[in-house]
């Protein structure tokens, strides 16, 4: 059997995912952001990890002179620690247990984050010279932000897909 939030409306699972952004207010659905807002948000979220451990990661290892396949393990795995710990902060700080924390974490972010990493990283792949390029390099920062961008634009409908259904962010943000 279906969840019953299934049967929701899109509307209706923002309101509900939401409800914490009312702060007592009893307004109208109007009041509640709309699916496209909080995807957005969320995907803003995740890129901003992503982008964080990324960066480190491809700078640390262009720093080094690993070779792209090393560079990229290193960006992949701090972006998803980076993601990770951007969506805890707030539920450890409210009080919430660690583990509970990681798990809501693990479960709304990792759809998200692994779409931008294999999209930002495919993209600094074929742009020709990016994997190589010193840090000094324009190329290096251009391809890089163009990658992120990019990979932050397919992973919104994701976002959104999965808000619609209560997943994803949905589940972090029924504990803010």
């Known amino acids: 059997m279906p969840s019953p939030s299934l049967d929701l409306s899109d509307k209706e699972i923002v309101m509900q995912a ?20 909080t995807a957005f948000s969320a995907t803003v979220h995740c ?18 002179g690993w070779g792209a396949g090393t560079t990229i393990a290193l960006a992949v795995v701090l ?7 951007l969506t ?8 919430m247990a660690f583990s509970t924390a990681a798990g809501l974490a693990f479960a709304s972010d990792t759809a998200s984050i692994t779409l931008m990493e294999i999209v930002d990283n495919a ?6 010279g990016a994997m190589d390029a010193p840090l000094s390099s324009p190329l290096f920062w251009s391809s ?9 634009a397919f992973a919104f409908p994701l976002n959104r897909w999965l808000i619609a259904r209560g997943r994803g962010h949905a589940l972090v ?4």
């Open 123 to 128: 993209i600094m792949l074929v742009i020709p």
């Open 144 to 152: 890089l932000a163009i990658a992120l961008v990019i990979a932050g």
């Open 88 to 95: 805890m902060l707030p539920l450890l700080r409210s009080a």
């Open 79 to 85: 972006a998803f620690l980076f993601g990770y710990a």
């Open 47 to 64: 890129l901003t990890g992503c982008a964080i451990g990324e960066v480190l990661g491809m700078v640390i290892g262009t720093a080094l």
């Open 18 to 37: 939401h409800a914490h952004h009312d702060h007592g207010h009893h307004g109208s659905a109007a009041a509640a952001p709309s699916l496209n807002r």
């Open 173 to 176: 943000h029924a504990h803010h």
